[in-house]
């Protein structure tokens, strides 16, 4: 791999990771205490979906991706402005007050946004077939760039909620609604 091709792949990579870097920050304000191991386990399932998707992308070919493109924003959608919501009503909730919104770092809930946040990663796996572009290489590269920038998020999201409070929940969830807001707009016909 050329000097030229690291740096393509690694902006590539950075903006691939935006979304998991807006998830990280956003989930992390509504962790009261959120520990190293949740934010290592996120920031590997977001890293491993970063890294399978553009693979899947590469294998599998135009057909799936036509196939999966013609949805995938409003899931993204959806997934977030689910967790977005929960997280601005939990906010207004009183009875919350000692009570941790959803943990973001488990379930059905990580491997969901995994997967929502890496979507991009399939389509970036064709143009990488087209490029001939080394695709252990992009996809060990995006996976690692993913981990970090999703790392960074949480703890630019703890310190945004230990200094905002309460307000960092609604921040975050509306952050998250955003997100999903932009990926449902960029996904429909003419967005």
């Given at each position: 791999?050329?000097p030229?091709?690291?740096?393509?792949?690694f902006?590539?990579?950075?903006?691939?990771s935006?979304?998991?870097?807006a998830?990280?920050?956003?989930?992390?304000v509504?962790?009261?205490?959120?520990?190293?191991?949740?934010?290592?386990?996120?920031?590997?399932?977001?890293?491993?979906?970063?890294a399978?998707?553009?693979?899947?992308?590469?294998v599998?070919?135009?057909?799936?991706?036509?196939?999966?493109?013609?949805?995938?924003?409003?899931?993204v959608?959806?997934?977030?402005?689910?967790?977005?919501?929960?997280?601005?009503?939990?906010?207004?909730r009183?009875?919350?007050?000692?009570?941790?919104?959803a943990?973001?770092?488990?379930?059905?809930l990580?491997?969901?946004?995994?997967?929502?946040t890496s979507?991009?990663s399939?389509a970036?796996?064709?143009?990488?077939?087209?490029?001939?572009?080394?695709?252990v290489?992009?996809?060990?590269?995006?996976?690692?760039?993913?981990?970090?920038?999703t790392?960074?998020?949480?703890?630019?999201?703890?310190k945004?909620?230990?200094?905002?409070?309460?307000?960092?929940?609604?921040?975050?969830?509306?952050?998250?609604?955003g997100i999903?807001?932009?990926?449902?707009?960029?996904g429909?016909?003419?967005?």
């Amino acid at each position: 791999m050329t000097p030229v091709e690291f740096v393509s792949i690694f902006f590539v990579a950075l903006s691939l990771s935006a979304d998991c870097f807006a998830v990280a920050l956003g989930g992390s304000v509504s962790v009261r205490k959120l520990r190293d191991f949740q934010v290592f386990r996120t920031a590997l399932a977001f890293g491993i979906a970063q890294a399978v998707m553009p693979v899947i992308g590469w294998v599998i070919g135009h057909t799936v991706v036509d196939y999966v493109a013609s949805y995938a924003h409003w899931v993204v959608f959806g997934l977030l402005a689910i967790v977005g919501g929960r997280m601005i009503r939990e906010a207004f909730r009183d009875q919350n007050e000692g009570k941790e919104s959803a943990d973001i770092s488990r379930g059905f809930l990580l491997v969901s946004l995994a997967v929502a946040t890496s979507i991009d990663s399939l389509a970036v796996g064709l143009s990488f077939g087209v490029l001939e572009t080394s695709i252990v290489y992009a996809s060990l590269i995006i996976g690692l760039v993913a981990f970090l920038i999703t790392v960074l998020g949480f703890y630019v999201g703890r310190k945004a909620g230990g200094l905002l409070g309460k307000r960092a929940r609604i921040i975050g969830g509306i952050i998250l609604i955003g997100i999903g807001l932009r990926v449902l707009l960029t996904g429909l016909p003419g967005g």
